[in-house]
């Protein structure tokens, strides 16, 4: 099975501290993807990479960045983390075509992220 | 811009019941069309898709969905409710606009199944 996981479950951190959340895939997918997930709004898009040292703002990138070195892994960094950042974020990876498993999305388990 | 709808933030249903979660979308070209579920503390779960062919499509856990064109909806649907079903659902789409791919959500519909 395709496994997606991420390195922190919970965090708590203090305002305007640099924050690393860390997303591993171990199925060579192309695709990476971070949204964050808040009530009543759903799953929102922050960036995401179809290959290494390529990246795409989503629909809500301001205040964060991304890095992906290499395939399996895709880390979102907050540079400067604002209470407004306090969040549940997701990490899915996938393959696009037409081979079986294509095109859908493998999600981590989530990191719940407080910012204090 | 393409965009998902779920209409109803809540749907109440008694197990053994029939269950409908509306989703309708708004893309151009031809849609991509998922839905996820998530229980409790967990990621998301891929449940089924629509990318072609025929309009009725079966997933996991028993549910199935109904793409209709004409009414841009793509609602799921399970014949007999369990309260194991009980959890959050959400329907995407494929955005395939910038010509790369990336996935839109809904806002979610949380599902009770009552005793």
């Known amino acids: 099975d395709v496994k997606v996981t991420q390195s922190s479950r919970y965090l708590v951190k203090r305002t305007g501290e640099k924050v690393f959340l860390e997303c591993v895939q171990d199925?060579?997918?192309?695709?990476m993807f971070w949204y964050r997930q808040d009530p009543g709004l759903g799953l929102r898009l922050i960036y995401f990479?179809?290959?290494?040292?390529?990246?795409e703002k989503g629909d809500i990138p301001e205040g964060y960045s991304v890095s992906r070195e290499k395939k399996e892994r895709f880390s979102l960094i907050l540079e400067s983390a604002s209470t407004n950042q306090t969040s549940m974020y997701l990490c899915a990876s996938t393959r696009p075509g037409t081979v079986s498993g294509a095109n859908v999305l493998t999600f981590g388990a989530g990191s719940r992220l407080t910012v204090l | 811009a393409q965009s998902v709808a779920q209409p109803e933030d809540q749907v109440n249903v008694a197990e053994g019941n029939p269950l409908t979660v509306k989703c309708t979308y708004s893309?151009?070209?031809?849609?991509?069309l998922f839905w996820y579920v998530q229980y409790p503390n967990r990621g998301l779960q891929f449940l089924l898709k629509?990318?072609?062919?025929?309009?009725l499509v079966k997933g996991s856990y028993g549910f199935e969905a109904e793409f209709n064109k004409s009414q841009t909806s793509f609602h799921l649907k399970k014949p007999s409710a369990l309260v194991s079903d009980s959890a959050l659902y959400f329907c995407?789409?494929?955005?395939?606009?910038?010509?790369?791919?990336?996935?839109?959500f809904g806002t979610g519909t949380r599902l009770k199944v009552l005793a």
């Open positions: 990479s179809y290959d290494v040292k390529m990246k």
């Open positions: 629509y990318i072609t062919g025929d309009n």
């Open positions: 199925m060579d997918h192309e695709n």
């Open positions: 995407a789409v494929r955005d395939q606009t910038s010509g790369t791919y990336k996935y839109i």
């Open positions: 893309v151009s070209g031809n849609p991509y």
